[in-house]
C-alpha cells in the first residue's frame, strides 16, 4: 500500500472512532437528561434565573416593562436537537480540533509563566515568547465567534453540556414592551450574569435571496425563504422572529442558591450552570409562539395551508411594524420631556 493510501486508511479509521466516542457520549447524555434528578436541576434553573432575570429589570435605573418567562427543553426536544446536530456535521471535521487555538494559547501561556519563574531562562527566551502569547491572545479577541462544530467538539473530549447549542436546557425570553430596551437590557444581563456565549442577532430560520429574480412566475414570492419538514421551499415577504440571545452562566453567589443540586451537577460533569437568554419586543415573540404552533410543532388536527402561512407573514409584518411605531412614539414622548 502506497504512504497516500496508508494516510487515508489511518484517517478513515480515525474518523470511525471518533464518530462513534460522538454516539456513545450523546447517548450518555441523553440518559442522563431523561433522570427525573437531572430534570429537577434543569426546571429549578429555569425558574431561579427567571426570578434573576425579572429582579434584574427591577433595579434597573429607569424601570423596564417587560414579560419574562422560561422554559425547560423536554427529552424529546433535547433527542431531536443532538440528532439534528450531528447530521448537520461532516465526518471530515472530526479530524478538526475546534478549541486548537485556544488550548495552545493555554499551553503557550504556562510556558511563560514557567520561564518566568526560571532563574536560568536564556536571554531574551521570556520576551519571544511573551510575544507569541500576546499575538494569540488577539487572534482569539478579533475572531469572529462562529458555534463549534458539534462533533468535532464531542470527538475531542469537551463536555456536551458547555457547546453552545446545549445552553437551551434552561432558556429564558424576555420580552420588553419598547424595542429600543433591548440594548439597555443586553447590557445589565452582562454585568449580572458571566457570558459564555454571544450569538447575537438571531433571526427565525430564514434566508434572504440576493440574487435579482429573472422568472415572472416568481414576481410574487417574497425575498425571505426556509425549508420545511418535507423539504418544500417557502417564501416569505419578512424575516420572521428576531432577537438578541446570549447563553450565560450564574455567578459563584448564584449557584450557593442550588446546592441541593451540587450531587447531580457533579454527576454529570458540569463545571457551571448555563442558561440561553432571548431579548426581543413582547410583540414579536407573541407572535413567534403562534408561528412556531402552528408552522413547526405542525399538530396533527392542524393542516398549515398555503393561505395561513401568508396570513402569518402579513401578522409577521404587522408585528414589525408595531415595534417600529412604539420606537418612534417612545422617541416622540422623550422629547417632550
Do not use: P
Given at each position: 500500500?502506497?504512504?497516500?493510501?496508508?494516510?487515508?486508511?489511518?484517517?478513515?479509521?480515525?474518523?470511525?472512532?471518533?464518530?462513534?466516542?460522538?454516539?456513545?457520549?450523546v447517548q450518555v447524555v441523553l440518559n442522563d437528561y431523561g433522570k427525573i434528578?437531572?430534570?429537577?436541576?434543569?426546571?429549578?434553573?429555569?425558574?431561579?434565573?427567571?426570578?434573576?432575570?425579572?429582579?434584574?429589570?427591577?433595579?434597573?435605573?429607569?424601570?423596564?416593562?417587560a414579560v419574562?418567562?422560561?422554559?425547560?427543553?423536554?427529552?424529546?426536544?433535547?433527542?431531536?436537537?443532538?440528532?439534528?446536530?450531528?447530521?448537520?456535521?461532516?465526518?471530515?471535521?472530526?479530524?478538526?480540533?475546534p478549541r486548537s487555538k485556544e488550548q495552545k494559547y493555554n499551553r503557550k501561556k504556562q510556558k511563560l509563566q514557567n520561564i518566568q519563574a526560571d532563574p536560568n531562562r536564556g536571554p531574551g527566551e521570556y520576551e519571544f515568547l511573551e510575544k507569541q502569547v500576546m499575538n494569540l491572545k488577539k487572534e482569539l479577541e478579533n475572531q469572529p465567534q462562529q458555534v463549534p462544530n458539534f462533533r468535532a467538539w464531542v470527538a475531542w473530549g469537551s463536555n456536551i453540556y458547555e457547546h453552545p447549542e446545549m445552553g437551551d436546557l434552561a432558556g429564558i425570553r424576555i420580552g420588553l414592551y419598547l424595542p429600543d430596551d433591548i440594548p439597555k437590557v443586553a447590557e445589565e444581563i452582562d454585568k449580572h450574569f458571566n457570558r459564555k456565549w454571544?450569538?447575537?442577532?438571531?433571526?427565525?430560520?430564514?434566508?434572504?435571496?440576493?440574487?435579482?429574480?429573472?422568472?415572472?412566475?416568481?414576481?410574487?414570492?417574497?425575498?425571505?425563504?426556509s425549508e420545511s419538514l418535507d423539504g418544500t421551499v417557502e417564501h416569505w415577504?419578512?424575516?420572521?422572529?428576531?432577537?438578541?440571545?446570549?447563553?450565560?452562566e450564574l455567578k459563584e453567589p448564584q449557584c450557593g442558591k442550588l446546592e441541593a443540586y451540587t450531587e447531580t451537577i457533579k454527576q454529570l460533569g458540569l463545571k457551571s450552570l448555563r442558561v440561553?437568554?432571548?431579548?426581543?419586543?413582547?410583540?414579536?415573540?407573541?407572535?413567534?409562539?403562534?408561528?412556531?404552533?402552528?408552522?413547526?410543532?405542525n399538530p396533527d388536527n392542524i393542516v398549515a395551508t398555503r393561505?395561513?402561512?401568508?396570513?402569518?407573514?402579513?401578522?409577521?409584518g404587522l408585528a414589525i411594524t408595531t415595534d417600529i411605531m412604539l420606537r418612534e412614539l417612545d422617541k416622540a414622548l422623550q422629547l417632550r420631556n
Open positions: 500500500m502506497s504512504q497516500m493510501g496508508s494516510v487515508d486508511s489511518q484517517n478513515g479509521e480515525n474518523i470511525h472512532i471518533r464518530g462513534k466516542k460522538v454516539r456513545e457520549e434528578e437531572t430534570q429537577q436541576l434543569y426546571q429549578e434553573l429555569t425558574r431561579f434565573a427567571c426570578g434573576e432575570c425579572e429582579n434584574l429589570l427591577k433595579n434597573m435605573k429607569k424601570r423596564v416593562k419574562v418567562h422560561g422554559r425547560t427543553k423536554e427529552y424529546d426536544s433535547l433527542r431531536k436537537k443532538l440528532n439534528d446536530l450531528q447530521a448537520q456535521d461532516n465526518l471530515e471535521d472530526l479530524e478538526k480540533n454571544l450569538f447575537g442577532t438571531v433571526t427565525g430560520g430564514r434566508d434572504i435571496i440576493m440574487d435579482r429574480n429573472l422568472d415572472a412566475q416568481d414576481h410574487l414570492n417574497g425575498r425571505w425563504h415577504e419578512h424575516y420572521g422572529y428576531k432577537s438578541w440571545q446570549v447563553v450565560v440561553e437568554i432571548q431579548i426581543g419586543t413582547v410583540v414579536t415573540q407573541a407572535w413567534a409562539e403562534v408561528q412556531h404552533n402552528i408552522i413547526y410543532k393561505t395561513m402561512q401568508r396570513i402569518i407573514d402579513a401578522i409577521n
